[in-house]
């Protein structure tokens, strides 16, 4: 299986992406590192204990970045409400376990050294921890196996027209990681805009227990702040973080270019965005460094049935 650690800001889709992961056997998660974004640190690192407990994953939860590098805002209420995982309904129980002593970038580190060439980081959050990891230690970027991440966007943003919500978060974190030489996979909004969480995928995790189902709940809540903006016509919700996992699982439903790409971090309009670029070269001439597999293209009805899954099992634990 492929060894992973799920670096997150839970998050309802990064609870649907840890939750793919735990249920399948393509993937073992060797640790789950916490970071602001979607909410507070506190709040993250708590909802990912409550993740591990109530779904009973065996799994150190490290906690990371309390604040981005440089970059200042509120952290956002209005995507995952004030907790960072608000239900519909039903939430995951209170837990009483606690992060582990070693903090994220540590426990990052510590687990490349100890087996070179075999970890892949998942970032689905904000990537404050990577860079840190990597401004530690540069050499990082060679020992990890690769970097596989939900951020940017070759195309349009959601915080800002041009920037997606987890480069824009941190974009001098993401930068370095861009710049890092470290294998990079991308699934950016251009890609996970085409994927859908639709009633009827929600319904069918409702159907899989009778009872209290918080992961139906959660989703709920999840695809209704989606609605809210998007429209409540809307078939469903895109799955941004679980993208990156369902790629280690199934990499033949997605189609990746190798492209050259950047993070912008100047003042202005343009403040974390991803630069794609997508201009074609006389390959004589070509002397770009193509630094990103940028996932461009996703059968969504195969993703959906990856995906799915993972939620129902998680609904009958
Ligand atoms: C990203 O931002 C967060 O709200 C989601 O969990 C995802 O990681 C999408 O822009
Ligand atoms: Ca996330």
Not at 83 to 88: E, H, I, T
Not at 137 to 157: C, H, N, W, Y
Not at 159 to 167: D, G, I, Y
């Amino acid at each position: 299986p492929h060894r992973i650690i799920i670096d997150c800001d839970p998050g309802h889709d990064d609870m649907a992406a840890i939750l793919l992961a735990a249920s399948h056997p393509a993937i073992r998660i060797e640790a789950i590192t916490t970071v602001c974004g979607n909410a507070s640190l506190e709040n993250t690192t708590r909802n990912a204990l409550r993740i591990v407990d109530a779904f009973g994953l065996d799994v150190p939860v490290h906690a990371g970045a309390v604040l981005p590098l440089l970059h200042r805002y509120e952290f956002p209420a209005a995507f995952h409400g004030p907790s960072g995982m608000d239900s519909a309904g039903v939430e995951l129980p209170q837990t009483e376990r606690k992060a582990d002593a070693v903090g994220a970038v540590e426990a990052i580190i510590a687990k490349a050294d100890a087996n070179p060439g075999e970890i892949s980081l998942v970032v689905i959050g904000p990537m404050t921890n990577v860079a840190l990891a990597l401004a530690l230690r540069p050499d990082l970027a060679q020992k990890l196996k690769q970097i596989v991440f939900m951020g940017g966007s070759a195309t349009e943003g959601n915080v800002t027209p041009a920037a997606e919500f987890n480069t824009w978060a941190d974009a001098e974190a993401a930068r370095i990681v861009f710049k890092s030489g470290a294998k990079l996979v991308m699934f950016g909004l251009n890609l996970t805009h085409q994927t859908l969480l639709s009633r009827a995928d929600i319904a069918e995790v409702r159907a899989a227990v009778s009872g209290d189902n918080p992961v139906a709940d959660i989703m709920t809540f999840y695809c209704g702040t989606y609605y809210a903006f998007a429209g409540e016509d809307k078939p469903g919700a895109p799955l941004h973080d679980p993208c990156a996992v369902a790629w280690l699982i199934d990499p033949s439903i997605f189609g990746i270019e190798q492209l050259p790409g950047e993070v912008i971090i100047g003042d202005g309009p343009g403040y974390g965005q991803t630069l794609i670029d997508f201009r074609p070269q006389d390959p004589r001439h070509d002397t770009r460094v193509k630094n990103v597999g940028v996932a461009m293209t996703v059968d969504a009805r195969r993703f959906t049935e990856l995906v799915t899954p993972g939620l129902i099992w998680g609904a009958k634990r």
